[in-house]
């Protein structure tokens, strides 16, 4: 069975803020010179905002661009930030920073508590209201190349093949699409783009990528523990000095609260589990109060990049471009990501418009993507903001009075740039030269299992599919992982996909691959490189609700 094909102008991979932004730039521009554009969006969650997770603060200015109107047309932003604060906790006791010494970056007077799968739900009825074709559940597992090497469109997966890699009854071809430009949107560390920058060289010319992982339970509180319009951060307790992280929580509308957590992946210590310190996290006397009473009702895992403006890739390829955090354009000191990915993809939809307007026929490579980005706030933005993460090498203290320095009384402006140490997957360090971490046992009130936290992402992947969790090397997992670092895929993954299983003969490494978010830390951290994700058949992985 040969794979059909369809033709677009412009293919967009991922339904996240970033790709659907694109999209309904390209159809604003369109009407505006009356120009025909064909545009389709392909989305590898069963719906678009299924695989989406934030915490999330938005800040606005993006959007106002986009649609200056998004308040007359119902646009998910209905919880302005109210009052924030930000502290540093100890095992035992809370330290409020003074409001006149929070960084002007993460002040948040203007913004809005929001969830961004609400927000790009909204996004794709605007992009299919002006004639986009969004199709959910189906993932672009392949990129395709005309004969002059250039990116000509993607094609979806194989539905139907068994976890043997045999067609079933069921047996579908995947969908070729071709398009004049390919815009990559799939998020931090997006399968495709990993491949592209690998083929044509695209961080050559940039330092190394780092990564964190965000978890992020959703609560439903006690009213007299809620307080709309709460933006909460903290840093400190329980990682300890050496590890770059820290919390948020924030409290939306309906007595819901977000809290979650993001941790550096270039932590050392093997034990460390990041899942099992955001359930230690809730049980600080200062944070257990606003819980008790209350019922989780989501959770779910995301990595998200750090790099910043020096980790990023060149965003250009013949024949298309990489946009949002498929690129790095995560603001780390800001803790926000979305404003700064939609200006990349409106930015691209401009560059690549005005490339079909040209007449152009598709394919070459957009140079003008690149003079018009780093011309634009959102290029200044991730300047002033590049050497805040690097400094946390020097651990919390030494980074927290550098970020100080740097972005009060430098505003961001100094006259060096900071580099990142080395990447994640290298800073590991022997297990047995590590202090052993002994996490409490949850006690399913406050403090919950990952099993039971997966059931809470309603993820669901057909079971008798091909891995889509890739080993290039089995023996790896025991010989390098099990020896020398202890199995750390056991606590990195947030998921419990992860699991060593004794035999009679010898350990071996299970994957629960049914468990998987998607979150792709195990694609960052392993410490050999071992591990590689790739898409499932299309729909599979986390459902999210209000994420």
Not at 7 to 21: E, K, R
Not at 269 to 291: C, G, M, V, Y
Not at 501 to 513: E, F, M, S, Y
Request: glycine share 10%.
């Amino acid at each position: 069975m040969e794979r059909e094909a369809m033709q677009y102008d412009v293919v967009i991979v991922g339904a996240g803020p970033a790709g659907l932004t694109a999209a309904v730039r390209l159809k604003q521009l369109a009407a505006e010179h009356a120009h025909e554009l064909s545009v389709c969006v392909l989305e590898k969650g069963s719906e678009v905002g299924a695989h989406i997770l934030s915490g999330a603060v938005i800040e606005p200015r993006a959007l106002s661009e986009l649609m200056p109107d998004w308040l007359e047309r119902d646009a998910p932003l209905t919880t302005p930030v109210e009052d924030e604060r930000f502290l540093f906790l100890s095992s035992t006791r809370a330290f409020s920073l003074p409001r006149a010494l929070i960084p002007p970056a993460m002040k948040n007077h203007g913004n809005y508590i929001i969830s961004l799968g609400n927000l790009c739900r909204w996004l794709a009825a605007q992009a299919e209201a002006m004639d986009t074709d969004v199709f959910p559940g189906f993932a672009a597992s392949e990129v395709l190349y005309d004969d002059a090497g250039a990116v000509m469109g993607v094609a979806t997966g194989d539905m139907g093949i068994d976890k043997d890699g045999a067609r079933t009854d069921g047996y579908e071809p995947g969908m070729e699409l071709h398009a004049k430009f390919t815009l990559l949107a799939e998020g931090c560390r997006g399968s495709l783009g990993k491949q592209l920058m690998d083929r044509y060289r695209l961080c050559a010319g940039s330092q190394i990528q780092t990564y964190g992982i965000g978890l992020k339970e959703l609560w439903e509180v006690d009213a007299a523990q809620h307080q709309a319009g709460l933006v909460m951060h903290t840093a400190g307790w329980p990682l300890d000095h050496t590890t770059y992280g820290g919390s948020f929580m924030y409290h939306l509308e309906d007595r819901q609260v977000a809290v979650g957590m993001v941790i550096g992946l270039d932590y050392r210590n093997p034990w460390l589990s990041p899942f099992d310190e955001l359930q230690r996290f809730k049980t600080h006397p200062a944070i257990r109060p606003r819980f008790e009473g209350g019922r989780r009702i989501a959770y779910g895992a995301r990595a998200l990049n750090e790099g910043g403006l020096q980790s990023l890739p060149k965003m250009t390829f013949p024949g298309g471009l990489l946009i949002g955090c498929e690129a790095g354009t995560l603001n780390m000191p800001k803790i926000k990501g979305t404003h700064t990915a939609m200006k990349s993809a409106t930015i691209a939809a401009e560059t690549v418009f005005d490339a079909l307007r040209r007449g152009s026929e598709g394919r070459e490579e957009l140079a003008a993507f690149t003079d018009a980005f780093r011309g634009s706030w959102v290029y200044d933005e991730l300047r002033r903001a590049r050497n805040v993460r690097p400094a946390f090498r020097w651990g919390l203290t030494g980074g927290t009075l550098y970020a100080g320095l740097d972005q009060i009384l430098l505003r961001g402006k100094a006259p060096w740039t900071l580099k990142h140490a080395h990447a994640d997957h290298d800073s590991l360090q022997p297990a047995s030269l590590c202090p052993r971490i002994e996490y409490p046992q949850p006690d399913g009130k406050l403090t919950f299992d990952k099993l039971s936290s997966v059931y809470l992402s309603n993820t669901n992947h057909e079971e008798n599919q091909p891995c889509h969790l890739r080993l290039a090397d089995p023996t790896v997992a025991i010989e390098t992982n099990l020896k020398r670092y202890a199995a750390p895929e056991q606590r990195y993954c947030p998921a419990g996909v992860y699991e060593i299983v004794d035999t009679d003969i010898a350990p071996r490494l299970q994957i629960n691959a049914q468990n998987c978010v998607h979150c792709k830390t195990c694609d960052i951290k392993d410490p050999t490189q071992n591990i590689t994700w790739v898409v499932p058949q299309g729909g599979g992985g986390p459902n999210y609700p209000n994420m």
